[in-house]
């Protein structure tokens, strides 16, 4: 044979024959060790056996429709034999449809078929017979019964009408009304066609002995021996059912015996078709021809419509089938399991046939049909299936598509069958007999030999060859989506049905062998991408280098989500274990999350810096108090949060440390921002007029800051830590709040910096307001719009903060500006200022709730401005009159030591004179030492009156006589008339009690002041007063005579100071202390 012929062979086979033969050829290579030429030689030979083996296959199908059939005739294909094949009509099949069948089965051409037949045609005619069993057991039903005296000898004689000799086949006799018989015999067999077995049914009740010894000359001398009943059965139901069962015999009508009765006669018969041809290994032959017949109807005849072969046969397909049978002595039970065997073994044969064909062989099991060898037969197939299966559930997702319709129907009909081969007592005993695993283990096994092929058959080529980490990622992005594509509704799907058929968990199986593979592709390379990452530059813009990150949209984020979510998978189903390595996958991804952190946290500090830059620090709008840099920079929080809950980060190791870490640089960009703030304070401030104001940005960044610092505050909550928070970790708790109470001190002295930026200006236009009085720049221009938008826009605490720091400040403006001029100014430029700080102080406390309420405003420092601004602004004759009503209050609240007691009566006249009498006056001092002091030794005493009114150089005097006694009792009255009504309402009455000498000046011993007010106005019931007279005290000297002194240079004050430090010579020393 040619080389060129050989490779024509082998090159034009099927591509499964090609393969098959090509591991041939590579086991013929690896074992003898020869060139490829030389084994491709030998292979060729082999290839040339096995062709050879298949015409042998087809020289028996046309040997046995030649001998069986005829060379031209037709074959009848009942209904009876349509249906067990597949239920066709009954039809007849001629000789040449079945020759050119075996010609398409065997794809041989026309001259290598006319060979095949001249060999067929050569062997030696084939003989056909029949082998029965004859049963005759009337128990279960009736039996013949012949109305004699005596017993009847009665037997079976079994021909057929084609017998050429006379000689039938007979069965012993006995002589019951109840003959058994177990009697076996082959009919030859000439024409199927019309050939059928006959049965007699045989009586002779004269001569016993005779029949018993020698029935042939009985019948002769004895004419009265007949057939009693007849049974007849066409060959043809043999060959179709075989024979099975009792058969009822027919009564003789025409039989002339008197006093016979037959009632009914049943027969067991059992029989089937044997040929008597010489062929070796006949069932494994009739195997091969089957599947070759199969092999045939599905892939070629088979209506292309019909997607899976449910074991119908066309009628020339059928009747091969039934030649091959006889021809190779198979009997129809067996015949099951030969179908079973060839069916099993072809991809696209219905799995729901042959589980029916499983359930009728174990029936037939059960009802003992089969042989020794049989058995044998069937262990040998039920291990076959078992294989077939368990290579399909090894290919479960190809074999059994997801989105096949039928899938189910057939996965189903398969897990069935293996469970019943499992189940049933029978094929269960059998599997065991051949030592092989049990069918869970089997299905456990395949399963997850199918989990660790899956990964294996993708193309995950690009993955181990690719030549940068971004290649790398796209190709994990496509083992992991399919992975997460087929756990999700194709995995469960199996499941379903493994654990509804078999009990089997399908999904763990699989789950654990598919992802514990896919852990073991991946862990390497991505390991090493993440920790390439942190030794790389930060990613710029290049659409290449943004997937080899770890930020939203990136693929390398895809591949960590898609990890999560197949690792959700396994804990959900409790497939996931330790020992698969998913759960340890957020380690993998560990340098990956710092690195895209620190780029993130670097770009995000950029953000802020031009948000801030290209702010204009306006309100968004009515109802929103912060501009847009304050949202810029929220955003990037959100940016953080979405990434976060992205990534769904929830291992247990770096659960907290990570989110720690997002907290701390979320935190920095919060104090970035408001540090950026702060140092803006010149831009938040307006130009008015040359002067640095508050204006409209002032509280939008007070604004910003605070909406910055509320979305700190939420920061724990948004990352899952605000159980950490509330909790014992006081980390989160100290961060967060030290950065708050931060942000909270720099708006506090942010509004501090704007008030000392705005300081210089309030002070210059106040000390406008208060040369000339007029108020209008400070308020309308300056104070009245700034807490006009302070109030509308910055947030109620920071504006009552900020009012109450602003009110401060121009009180000490006020109070540094009364030192400067307190010694230099008249009091009507105090009268001025006193006049711009209570317009100010109602600007500052208007009766809404817009300012201060009066408490706050009404400070130690305000009260002290004021008391000073009200002595200030009094004239001269004001001030002395203060002083006398210090003096008066001071002696209401006994504020000095008492030095004397004086009594007195004082009342009006209806005229308006002031009717004063002096009654007496008591040293204290000497009457504490009287029984020391002589009379002699005593001084001289009189009480002094002085009447002042409001023009105090108008004053008038007057005295009362010298007493050298104690008490010194004068009884005195004196008048004093032409008394204004200005002078009653602010004039005083003052009484000095003095020791009188010649040589030096009087000495005070106490005086009292008493205001003409409060004098009686008439004279009815005057009662005596008791003044308890003092001196005042210089340490305390009032705030009035320190006024006075400063107004030194005036007349008036002159003289009134000048008297004072006559009467008191203590006062010059302390004017002069005063004075530096």
Not at 127 to 144: C, D, F, G, Q, Y
């Amino acid at each position: 044979m040619l080389e060129s012929d050989r490779r024509s062979i082998i090159f034009h086979m099927a591509p499964e024959d090609r393969d098959i033969h090509y591991m041939l050829l590579k086991e013929v290579v690896g074992l003898v060790g020869q060139s490829l030429p030389n084994a491709l030689l030998n292979f060729t030979n082999i290839f040339l056996i096995i062709l050879y083996k298949e015409n042998m296959s087809a020289v028996d199908a046309l040997y046995a429709v030649f001998n069986i059939t005829g060379r031209d005739a037709t074959w009848p294909v009942t209904k009876t034999e349509s249906h067990a094949c597949g239920g066709h009509e009954a039809s007849r099949v001629h000789v040449d449809e079945m020759v050119r069948e075996i010609r398409e089965i065997f794809q041989v051409d026309e001259d290598t078929m006319e060979q095949l037949k001249n060999e067929a045609l050569q062997r030696k005619i084939l003989s056909v017979s029949t082998a029965n069993r004859i049963t005759l057991n009337p128990s279960p039903v009736k039996e013949a019964r012949i109305h004699k005296v005596k017993e009847s000898t009665v037997y079976i004689s079994v021909t057929t009408p084609s017998k050429h000799d006379n000689q039938d086949l007979m069965t012993s006799f006995i002589k019951s009304f109840a003959p058994k018989w177990d009697h076996e015999f082959s009919v030859p067999i000439r024409d199927h066609r019309k050939d059928h077995i006959y049965l007699q049914l045989w009586q002779n009740g004269e001569d016993e002995l005779t029949w018993l010894i020698e029935p042939e000359l009985a019948t002769i001398y004895y004419p009265r021996v007949v057939p009693i009943a007849t049974l007849s059965i066409p060959i043809m139901e043999v060959i179709e059912t075989e024979l099975n069962g009792w058969y009822e015999f027919e009564s003789t009508v025409d039989t002339d015996i008197p006093n016979l009765d037959i009632e009914s006669v049943k027969v067991h018969l059992s029989g089937h078709i044997t040929c008597s041809s010489d062929l070796s290994e006949q069932h494994q032959s009739y195997d091969e021809f089957l599947l070759s017949l199969f092999k045939y109807h599905t892939s070629v005849s088979m209506d292309p419509s019909s997607e899976l072969w449910q074991g119908t046969l066309p009628a020339s397909l059928t009747a091969l089938s039934t030649h091959s049978r006889i021809l190779h002595n198979i009997r129809k039970n067996t015949q099951l399991i030969s179908w079973c065997k060839a069916s099993v073994q072809l991809p696209n044969v219905d799995a729901v046939h042959t589980l029916s064909l499983v359930k009728n062989i174990q029936t037939k099991i059960v009802e003992s049909s089969y042989s020794k060898e049989d058995l044998d037969l069937l262990e040998d197939t039920l291990i076959l299936i078992m294989e077939k299966y368990e290579e399909r559930i090894r290919s479960l997702d190809s074999t059994f598509p997801f989105s096949n319709s039928d899938s189910e129907r057939q996965l189903t009909a398969v897990l069935k069958t293996l469970g019943d081969i499992h189940r049933h007592p029978k094929t269960q005993m059998l599997i065991y007999q051949s030592e092989q695993p049990l069918i869970h283990e089997r299905v456990t096994d395949a399963l997850i030999t199918f989990g660790c092929n899956w990964l294996k058959e993708m193309d995950n080529s690009t993955l181990l060859l690719a030549s940068s980490p971004v290649e790398q990622i796209r190709a994990a992005l496509v083992m992991t989506k399919e992975v997460l594509l087929f756990l999700g509704d194709p995995l469960t799907f199996y499941n379903n049905i493994f654990l509804k058929e078999m009990k089997v968990n399908c999904y763990k199986q699989v789950y654990q062998s598919l992802v514990k593979e896919m852990v073991s592709s991946l862990e390497p390379v991505l390991t090493h991408i993440c920790k390439r990452l942190l030794q790389e530059p930060d990613t710029g813009e290049n659409a290449e280098e943004m997937s080899y990150d770890f930020g939203l949209g990136s693929n390398l984020l895809k591949v960590y989500t898609n990890l999560c979510q197949i690792s959700f998978l396994g804990r959900r189903s409790e497939s996931a274990t330790q020992e698969i390595g998913i759960e340890a996958h957020h380690q993998w991804f560990i340098p990956a999350v710092h690195h895209w952190l620190a780029y993130t946290n670097k770009v995000a500090l950029q953000c802020v810096e031009n948000a801030v830059e290209k702010d204009s620090f306006e309100r968004m709008s009515a109802h929103c108090h912060f501009s847009t840099s304050a949202t810029d920079t929220a955003s990037l929080f959100y940016n953080v949060k979405v990434w976060w809950h992205k990534i769904a980060w929830d291992d247990q190791i770096t659960n907290d440390l990570i989110p720690i870490r997002i907290l701390e640089d979320q935190c920095n960009v919060a104090k970035h921002y408001c540090h950026l703030l702060f140092n803006g304070i010149d831009s938040a401030l307006e130009q008015i007029e040359g002067r640095l104001w508050i204006g409209t940005k002032v509280p939008v960044v007070v604004a910003n800051m605070e909406y910055i610092n509320r979305e700190v505050g939420k920061l724990p909550m948004t990352f899952g830590l605000d159980s950490l928070k509330n909790g014992n970790d006081s980390t989160v708790k100290n961060l967060i709040e030290n950065v708050q109470d931060t942000i909270s001190v720099w708006i506090n002295q942010y509004l501090e910096a704007i008030l000392r930026k705005v300081k210089p200006t309030i002070k210059s236009s106040l000390n406008s307001a208060c040369e000339s009085g007029d108020v209008s720049d400070l308020l309308n221009t300056l104070l009245d719009p700034a807490l006009s938008v302070l109030y509308n826009d910055l947030p109620r605490p920071h504006f009552l903060s900020f009012l109450a720091n602003l009110w401060d400040c121009v009180v000490l403006l006020f109070l540094l500006k009364l030192e400067d001029d307190i010694k230099m100014r008249k009091n009507s430029y105090f009268k001025q200022m006193r006049f711009v700080l209570n317009e100010i102080f109602h600007c500052f406390t208007p009766s809404s709730d817009s300012g201060l309420n009066l408490a706050r405003a009404k400070t130690p420092g305000y009260m002290s401005l004021v008391q000073e601004l009200d002595l200030l602004k009094l004239d001269s004759n004001e001030l002395i009159r203060q002083y006398y009503q210090d003096r008066w209050m001071a002696q209401q609240d006994q504020q000095h030591e008492t030095t004397a007691t004086l009594v007195i009566r004082a009342h009006f006249s209806e005229n308006g004179s002031l009717n004063v009498t002096v009654i007496m006056a008591d040293d204290k001092a000497v009457a504490e030492e009287n029984n020391k002091i002589t009379i002699s030794t005593l001084p001289l005493y009189h009480v002094k009156l002085e009447l002042i009114p409001e023009d105090w150089s108008l004053r008038k005097n007057e005295k009362t006589q010298a007493l050298k006694d104690i008490p010194a009792t004068f009884d005195e009255d004196f008048v004093f008339e032409n008394l204004e009504d200005n002078d009653i309402e602010n004039g005083f009455l003052v009484l000095r009690f003095l020791e009188q000498h010649v040589i030096h000046s009087n000495i005070l011993i106490g005086e009292a002041v008493i205001p003409l007010s409060h004098i009686q106005k008439n004279s009815d019931d005057v009662k005596n007063m008791y003044l308890h007279l003092d001196t005042p005290c210089l340490d305390s000297i009032t705030r009035s005579l320190q006024i006075l002194n400063y107004r030194r240079k005036e007349t008036t004050v002159y003289d009134f100071l000048k008297k004072l430090e006559k009467r008191y010579p203590e006062t010059k020393k302390h004017f002069r202390k005063l004075q530096t």
